[in-house]
């Protein structure tokens, strides 16, 4: 039961998941006026991923598909590819757009650029923002649901296995006193930190959760406890022989809770984690480059190349909030500083010669 129960809190499917990949990379150059061109690639490691992508995400038409076979041993690696010319960034479509189970419910990017002319300098300043439709809420109903769903199972068999003693609606309250600190930590945690609450092993405070949480719900904890309680209600009961029935009701209650937890398809998982569905919790990788005229000068990344700036990030970095790429570049102008070279010595010459004809 622990396993089933966790598995779903935590959403821990994603862990068999981790293996495929999808990675969305753009580059970008923009001239001096504004214009430019962006090249998007989409790699998917296997066929299913490259179905994901046609399936879920609205790609700019007029790329084209390649196998890429560079790793030796391993299956070819699907790329798609599409380059985009435009006179103003703000022109283009976004390139990552991934629909939801509601058509109209899609996450997206989109980049823009304001130019400001200076008589020496000019600045261009980028921003590209990936925003995320995910529901907070849809999220937490999702998973209050399910759990609900969890405690009248167990309760059910309980009351079923023991009719006598106990009433599934005395059961449900006493099972929710035991798991929801649980539920409500592990929910609360992945509403604020996403898929890297439960991956790596990183947070000591949700490892320690889970010992506790495995602890007290492993399978002769469980007898044990829900003994206690049936034996309390119905002093008539011999422990033992209630252990040992409550020990082979737990493989029932296991069976009924992950059948339950497969009957929900994938689209009932998009309703609730908006566009993303599972790839909320597979990590997909971006690699965002743009080269601006002159030089960059500020940006919120530590990988600055000249005028190429380079933004390595994931999905996570967006969930459920936007998150914003920005650079600041200044492209120098001779002609104007020379007209102000000019202007500075007409006016220290015009100040000589008026100071000569006072002489």
């Known amino acids: 039961m622990k396993r089933v129960l966790i598995a779903f809190m935590l959403l821990a499917t994603a862990v068999a998941m981790s293996g495929c990949f999808i990675d969305i990379s753009a580059v970008s150059k923009v001239n001096a006026d504004g214009s430019g061109f962006r090249i998007t690639t989409y790699t998917a490691d296997g066929a299913s991923e490259k179905e994901e992508l046609l399936k879920y995400y609205l790609l700019p038409a007029g790329g084209s598909w390649k196998l890429d076979s ?208 599972w790839p909320l919790f597979m990590g997909y990788s971006f690699k965002v480059s743009v080269t601006l005229p002159g030089q960059v000068v500020e940006a919120n990344t530590s990988d600055i190349k000249s005028g190429t700036v380079t933004w390595n990030f994931n999905s996570d970095d967006f969930q459920m909030k936007e998150y914003r790429l920005t650079a600041v570049s200044r492209r120098f102008n001779p002609a104007g500083a020379v007209i102000i070279a000019a202007g500075i010595l007409l006016a220290a010459y015009a100040a000589y010669r008026g100071k000569h004809k006072k002489k």
């Open 70 to 277: 560079y790793v030796e041993g391993k299956p070819p690696l699907h790329v798609y590819e599409i380059k985009r010319e435009f006179r103003e960034i703000k022109e283009l479509s976004p390139d990552y757009v991934r629909k939801g189970a509601d058509p109209l419910n899609v996450s997206g990017n989109e980049c823009s650029l304001d130019i400001r002319k200076g008589m020496v300098f000019t600045t261009y300043r980028y921003e590209e923002i990936y925003r995320d439709c995910a529901d907070q809420a849809k999220i937490r109903a999702f998973c209050d649901g399910w759990y609900n769903s969890a405690l009248e199972i167990m309760s059910d068999e309980v009351a079923k296995a023991f009719p006598r003693s106990v009433k599934m609606g005395e059961v449900k309250p006493f099972l929710d006193g035991r798991f929801r600190p649980y539920y409500d930590y592990f929910l609360k945690e992945f509403l604020a930190n996403g898929r890297k609450s439960f991956e790596g092993g990183d947070s000591a405070a949700n490892n320690a959760k889970m010992a506790e949480f495995e602890a007290q719900y492993e399978e002769t904890a469980f007898a044990g406890y829900m003994a206690d309680y049936i034996v309390s209600a119905d002093k008539g009961q011999d422990r033992k022989r209630v252990y040992d029935k409550l020990l082979a009701l737990h493989e029932k209650i296991d069976g009924r809770l992950s059948a339950m937890s497969e009957s929900l398809n994938e689209s009932n998982y998009g309703d609730a984690f908006g566009v993303y569905g």
